[in-house]
């Protein structure tokens, strides 16, 4: 592999560098709504077993009337306004991803943490050789792209807690911009700046 060099952002096409931030906002926004797992729920009182008979007489207690130990005022009742099953997902636009992906990728241009590297690949297969490129970059956390991961690369990287690979398909606005550097592959940089 050859050594990763740090890409500037008037690298980056002219048209990088005039995004709205919001709509990278907007992307992780919906991001995360789709990844809640919705599966909060409670039973109300028409769902709760039981209550067929009416618990007490109507009158003559000197109580409350209890009409159903379905009730929510009984324990094992109903819950009152409880979790249901909800639709999280965020509705964001074809064009607003395009955009949030490159003001995310521009991002990391602007506070120098975006390397290209002709290629990333480790033949030996081992972590101390991925180790050493984490190292040569000097940042906190990475993430890897490349165009497709090779089982010895990934086998080298896949041990290491502060760096994540991802292939060129799997690219969303939210990883990139949730790492502090982002590693990519010349190949798949080009292919991005290319549809710009």
């Known amino acids: 592999m050859s050594n990763a060099v740090v890409v500037k952002t ?5 048209s990088y560098k005039d995004i709205n931030s919001h709509n990278l906002y907007l992307y992780v926004k919906s991001y995360l709504a789709a990844q809640r ?15 067929g008979k009416k618990p007490k007489a109507q009158k003559g207690s000197g109580g409350a009337r209890w009409g159903s130990k379905r009730s929510p005022l009984f324990v094992g009742g109903g819950q009152v306004f409880g979790p249901t099953k ?5 509705k964001i636009n074809k064009k ?45 956390d990475t993430l890897i792209i490349v165009e497709s991961i090779e089982e010895k690369t990934y086998l080298a ?3 290491i807690k502060n760096c994540y690979m991802i292939e060129r398909q799997e690219i ?25």
């Open 10 to 14: 008037n690298e980056l096409p002219e």
């Open 37 to 51: 797992a919705n599966t909060a729920r409670v039973k109300n009182r028409s769902e709760v077993s039981g209550g």
């Open 86 to 90: 909800r639709n999280y997902n965020q």
């Open 96 to 140: 607003q991803k395009v955009l949030a992906l490159r003001f995310a990728i521009n991002a990391q241009a602007e506070k120098g943490s975006l390397f290209v590297s002709d290629s990333i690949s480790i033949e030996s297969g081992k972590t101390k050789d991925a180790v050493s490129i984490i190292n040569e970059l000097n940042q906190r």
């Open 157 to 159: 990287f896949r041990n």
């Open 172 to 196: 969303n606005a939210y990883l990139i911009s949730a790492y502090h550097s982002v590693l990519i592959e010349k190949s798949v940089l080009e292919s991005l700046t290319k549809e710009a």
